[in-house]
Nanobody, 124 residues
Framework: QVQLVESGGDLVQPGGSLRLSCTAS????????IAWFRQAPGKEREGVSC????????VYADSVKGRFTISRDNAKQTAYLQMDSLKPEDTGVYFC?????????????????WGQGTQVTVSY
Protein backbone atom coordinates (compact mmCIF):
# COMPACT_ATOMS: atom_id res chain seq x y z
CA GLN A 1 0.00 0.00 0.00
CA VAL A 2 1.48 3.29 -1.12
CA GLN A 3 1.82 5.81 1.68
CA LEU A 4 3.25 9.33 1.62
CA VAL A 5 3.40 11.28 4.87
CA GLU A 6 4.29 14.95 4.90
CA SER A 7 5.61 16.80 7.94
CA GLY A 8 7.27 20.07 8.82
CA GLY A 9 4.49 22.54 8.13
CA ASP A 10 4.17 25.41 10.59
CA LEU A 11 3.40 29.07 11.11
CA VAL A 12 6.40 31.19 10.15
CA GLN A 13 6.99 34.91 9.69
CA PRO A 14 7.72 36.39 6.26
CA GLY A 15 11.38 35.97 5.42
CA GLY A 16 11.62 32.81 7.49
CA SER A 17 12.42 29.23 6.52
CA LEU A 18 10.85 25.80 6.79
CA ARG A 19 11.87 22.33 5.67
CA LEU A 20 9.14 19.94 4.67
CA SER A 21 9.68 16.19 4.67
CA CYS A 22 7.84 13.45 2.79
CA THR A 23 8.38 9.91 4.02
CA ALA A 24 7.30 7.15 1.66
CA SER A 25 6.46 3.47 2.10
CA UNK A 26 4.79 0.67 0.18
CA UNK A 27 6.55 1.20 -3.15
CA UNK A 28 10.09 1.32 -4.58
CA UNK A 29 10.78 4.97 -3.77
CA UNK A 30 14.01 5.15 -5.74
CA UNK A 31 12.19 4.28 -8.98
CA UNK A 32 9.79 7.21 -8.95
CA UNK A 33 9.92 10.92 -9.50
CA ILE A 34 8.64 12.97 -6.55
CA ALA A 35 6.85 16.30 -6.57
CA TRP A 36 5.59 18.92 -4.18
CA PHE A 37 2.31 20.69 -4.84
CA ARG A 38 0.47 23.32 -2.85
CA GLN A 39 -3.05 24.63 -2.60
CA ALA A 40 -3.93 28.01 -1.18
CA PRO A 41 -7.43 28.76 0.11
CA GLY A 42 -9.77 29.40 -2.80
CA LYS A 43 -7.14 28.57 -5.40
CA GLU A 44 -6.33 25.59 -7.57
CA ARG A 45 -3.57 23.21 -6.64
CA GLU A 46 -0.26 24.09 -8.29
CA GLY A 47 2.99 22.25 -8.82
CA VAL A 48 5.82 23.73 -6.78
CA SER A 49 8.76 21.48 -7.56
CA CYS A 50 9.71 17.99 -8.65
CA UNK A 51 12.82 15.83 -8.63
CA UNK A 52 13.65 12.84 -10.80
CA UNK A 53 14.30 9.43 -9.27
CA UNK A 54 18.03 9.75 -9.98
CA UNK A 55 18.15 13.38 -8.81
CA UNK A 56 19.55 14.60 -12.14
CA UNK A 57 16.48 16.71 -12.90
CA UNK A 58 14.86 19.29 -10.65
CA VAL A 59 12.07 21.61 -11.73
CA TYR A 60 10.67 24.64 -9.93
CA ALA A 61 7.68 26.86 -10.44
CA ASP A 62 8.73 30.39 -11.36
CA SER A 63 7.19 31.69 -8.14
CA VAL A 64 9.64 29.71 -5.97
CA LYS A 65 12.82 29.63 -8.04
CA GLY A 66 15.83 30.75 -6.04
CA ARG A 67 13.96 30.35 -2.74
CA PHE A 68 12.97 26.66 -2.56
CA THR A 69 15.20 23.61 -2.92
CA ILE A 70 13.96 20.08 -3.48
CA SER A 71 16.04 17.05 -2.55
CA ARG A 72 15.65 13.38 -1.74
CA ASP A 73 17.38 10.59 0.16
CA ASN A 74 16.51 7.32 -1.53
CA ALA A 75 18.09 5.28 1.26
CA LYS A 76 15.70 6.91 3.75
CA GLN A 77 12.76 6.92 1.30
CA THR A 78 12.31 10.59 2.07
CA ALA A 79 12.00 13.74 -0.01
CA TYR A 80 12.49 17.27 1.25
CA LEU A 81 11.48 20.78 0.33
CA GLN A 82 13.66 23.48 1.85
CA MET A 83 11.77 26.77 1.75
CA ASP A 84 13.65 30.02 2.38
CA SER A 85 12.66 33.68 2.16
CA LEU A 86 9.06 32.70 2.65
CA LYS A 87 6.31 35.09 1.58
CA PRO A 88 2.67 35.33 2.65
CA GLU A 89 1.67 34.07 -0.80
CA ASP A 90 3.47 30.79 -0.04
CA THR A 91 0.72 30.00 2.46
CA GLY A 92 -1.20 26.82 1.72
CA VAL A 93 -1.40 23.10 2.19
CA TYR A 94 1.67 21.39 0.75
CA PHE A 95 1.31 17.91 -0.70
CA CYS A 96 3.91 15.34 -1.61
CA UNK A 97 3.21 13.21 -4.68
CA UNK A 98 4.86 10.25 -6.40
CA UNK A 99 4.76 8.60 -9.81
CA UNK A 100 4.44 11.25 -12.47
CA UNK A 101 6.40 13.16 -15.11
CA UNK A 102 9.15 15.56 -14.09
CA UNK A 103 11.08 17.04 -17.00
CA UNK A 104 12.79 20.32 -17.81
CA UNK A 105 10.72 20.80 -20.98
CA UNK A 106 7.42 19.43 -19.72
CA UNK A 107 7.61 20.67 -16.16
CA UNK A 108 5.64 19.09 -13.33
CA UNK A 109 3.00 16.74 -14.69
CA UNK A 110 0.10 14.82 -13.22
CA UNK A 111 1.11 12.57 -10.33
CA UNK A 112 -0.64 9.42 -9.23
CA UNK A 113 -0.08 8.97 -5.50
CA TRP A 114 -0.61 11.67 -2.91
CA GLY A 115 -0.04 12.39 0.75
CA GLN A 116 -2.52 14.11 3.05
CA GLY A 117 -0.69 17.42 3.12
CA THR A 118 0.89 19.69 5.70
CA GLN A 119 -0.16 23.28 6.43
CA VAL A 120 2.28 26.12 5.85
CA THR A 121 1.23 29.57 7.02
CA VAL A 122 3.41 32.62 6.41
CA SER A 123 2.19 35.53 8.48
CA TYR A 124 3.16 37.97 11.21
Amino acid sequence: QVQLVESGGDLVQPGGSLRLSCTASGFPFSYYHIAWFRQAPGKEREGVSCISNTEDVTVYADSVKGRFTISRDNAKQTAYLQMDSLKPEDTGVYFCAAEGPCTVLGGIGDFRDWGQGTQVTVSY
